[in-house]
């Protein structure tokens, strides 16, 4: 019982996903990748923590 509720709730929750994305607005526009990210805030940088003393390398890590 427990096997088949958790398959149910599995699928559904894929076919939900699947449907939502199915009828999204932006899947029938071919504007250029700007104008889809035209709303979004500006990507802000990564922020890496560094341990105390530790020097900073350049190049690959």
Known sequence: ???I???AISHGLLLL???RLLW???LDSEGTDSQA???RKPATPM???RAA???EEH???
């Open 5 to 7: 509720l958790a398959l």
């Open 17 to 19: 996903a699947a449907w």
């Open 53 to 55: 003393g530790e020097e």
């Open 37 to 39: 990210r035209s709303g």
């Open 59 to 61: 190049g690959d890590a």
């Open 24 to 26: 999204r607005s932006d």
């Open 47 to 49: 922020r890496v923590n």
């Open 1 to 3: 019982m427990v096997d």
